[in-house]
Structure formats: C-alpha cells, structure tokens
C-alpha cells in the first residue's frame, strides 16, 4: 500500500451518550446531539442545524455505532481517533465508558491515542459561564502516577497509536500545568519503567484567532511536539468591522472561512510544531451569541486547507508527518468529518483526496 502524505488523527468528542452528571447539570438524557438539534440561525445567511446523514443521531454505548464510525474513518484515511480523556485529579474521571468498551473489546479496529482534555469544565458552552461543574486539579506527583497507571492498558494495546514506538499522548491546556517540565519528566520516566521506550508527548498550542500562542515552551519543557491550533478566520478590516457591528447589535462573533496559506507560516518556522485544521467552527448551538461562527466554509475549502497544512509536513520524517484534524464529531460546535445532511461524505473525501500521494 502506498504510504500517506501525512497520518490523520481526528479529535473525537465521547458526550454522545447519557451520564448521571449531565442529567444532573443540563437536564434527563442530554448528551451532545441535546444542542446540536436545538441550534437555530441566529443571522441571516447562518447555517443551523447541522444534522447527521449516515451515522444518524447515534448512541456511543452501543458497538455497532462505534463501528460504523471506525469504518468510514479507516475508508477516508483516518489513521487514528484521538478521544479526549478527561482526568481531574485523585481519579476523578467522567465519559470514560465509550473508550473503555473500545479498549477492553478488542474493537473496532481504527487506531487511538488519548488526549487529555486538561480544564476545568464550566457551564460556559451552556450558557452558565460562571458555574464550575468538575475543577481541575493538579494534587502532586502520586496523582500523575495514579494517572498514568489508569491508561497503561491503553498504551500496551497495539491499536495505539505511536511515533517511533512510542505511544502519543495529548495535552490540552499545557499552560495550566502547575510544572510543565517536572509533568514531562514524570511521565517519560513512568513510561520507560513500564517498558513502553518513553512516551510521545505533545503539547496543544492555542492560537484561535492569531492574536498570540498561548503556549510558547514546548522544546524548553520537553514535550516531543506542539499542535498549532488557529481557526482559519479571515480578520482583515473589513470582517473586523462587521464583527464589530455585529457584536453591538448583541449577535455572535462572525468571520469568513479562510484559505490563506500563511495561517500555517509559524508550523513551517518552528519544526517542534505540527498543523491542525478544521471543516468548520460554529460553536452557537452551545454558547448561542456569545459563539464564534465561521461562514462560507465548504469542503472544498477544506480540501485546500489540509493541502496547505500536509505541505507543511513534507520534509519531516515519516512516522511524525501528524496532522490533527478538529475534529470526528465535533457537531455542537460545527467541526466534524462525520456525514451530513447538507454535504453527505464531502468532508471526508476533501480530506482523503489530499492525503494520497
């Protein structure tokens, strides 16, 4: 088989079934489709709902929708699914059962890693932004190896995914990290102690509107690589100054779609950092006018978007040409690859026709 431009790992979101927490904070058998089918357009021209085609409104508990996403995935290029993995200190953990099931059957067969969604969570996207519902906590060293023993059988299962043999694992927020280097440390030693050869750390680098990283010490703290994460908003004057009336008439912040290579410049320019890109940002069917949309995205944008972002990684070695896709199933915030009414597959074939060589 002829190798891949670059290896496609998708950002997957597990909220899609019930849990006691959110029957408790949002209401009985709320899960991310709750907000997503409930959106509205808030503006004229403002696409809303978005709605799922062939995998319907599906339900994560059960393996055969887990399966049919592992096959349109493997179909498309995806290599592997990174489920975001939610620790909150002394084993305080939430949405852990769809990966469990994955892991513990044996199935489906599309690769994973882990990505932990480092934050406290908030009712910010729900329209409840000062209301803390699970705080983030950093209890010390025996926490980290509480942490790391709680995924070690993920990390030995040969589905995981692995640069150099060495299983990769994501950090959300690494700026909210009491000691970043001393957390870096840790974990390659309890990696190497498990027999793994180290570990593949890589540190979210958040940029969304390119007004500045937020994270800027991704070699002096040792991680192995830094996803460069900015949305492709056009901000010239002018959608600068709609936003700006836009804003004062009370709407959510809105910008075009862009395709301008340039937004992948500081990936070139640092080689420690890798691309990330996005189908599309609306965001409004959790935080309503306080949301962020992007208007005229199309797969076809898309499609020029990871060219510009696979371009970015030709000169690197193989195993590490990653590029992170927001995200599988994003749908409450309007990225996702997963098939939909309004474009069927399209996303997924704009991403697999720029993955062949």
């Not at 959106?39 to 995998?55: K, M």
């Not at 498309?76 to 489920?83: I, L, R």
Request: aromatic share 12%; glycine share 8%.
């Amino acid at each position: 088989m002829t190798e891949a431009r670059a290896r496609a790992i998708a950002f997957y979101l597990p909220q899609f079934h019930p849990i006691p927490e959110n029957d408790e904070w949002w209401g009985a058998g709320f899960t991310e489709w709750t907000n997503a089918a409930r959106a509205r357009p808030l503006f004229r021209g403002h696409v809303q709902p978005h709605l799922p085609a062939d995998l319907g409104f599906y339900d994560l508990r059960m393996p055969d929708a887990r399966q049919a996403q592992s096959d349109l995935a493997v179909a498309h290029g995806v290599e592997a699914f990174c489920y975001w993995h939610y620790w909150f200190g002394a084993g305080s953990r939430i949405l852990e059962r769809p990966f469990a099931e994955v892991l513990a059957a044996g199935s489906p067969a599309v690769k994973f890693c882990l990505g932990w969604a480092n934050q406290t969570w908030t009712g910010i996207w729900h329209g409840a932004p000062n209301r803390v519902l699970r705080e983030q906590t950093y209890p010390g060293p025996e926490d980290d190896r509480a942490h790391f023993e709680s995924i070690l059988p993920a990390l030995r299962d040969d589905r995981y995914l692995r640069v150099d043999g060495r299983p990769v694992f994501y950090v959300f927020r690494p700026e909210e990290l009491p000691d970043a280097r001393a957390f870096v440390d840790r974990w390659q030693q309890m990696a190497k102690d498990a027999g793994l050869g180290g570990m593949y750390l890589v540190a979210e680098v958040s940029d969304l509107l390119g007004q500045g990283m937020r994270y800027t010490r991704t070699a002096e703290d040792g991680f192995d690589a830094g996803v460069y994460v900015r949305l492709p908003a056009q901000r010239d004057r002018a959608a600068m100054l709609r936003m700006k009336v836009r804003r004062k008439l009370g709407g959510p912040e809105v910008y075009p779609y862009a395709t301008d290579r340039a937004l992948w410049d500081v990936v070139r320019e640092h080689a420690v950092l890798q691309p990330s890109v996005y189908p599309n940002w609306d965001n409004t069917p959790r935080s309503g006018s306080r949301g962020t949309v992007l208007t005229g995205s199309t797969p076809e944008r898309f499609a020029a978007n990871v060219e510009h972002a696979v371009e970015t990684l030709v000169d690197r070695p193989a195993d590490e040409r990653l590029l992170w896709i927001k995200s599988w199933n994003e749908w409450a915030e309007g990225n996702y690859l997963e098939p939909d009414l309004e474009h069927g597959r399209d996303w997924l074939t704009a991403l697999s026709t720029r993955l062949r060589p």
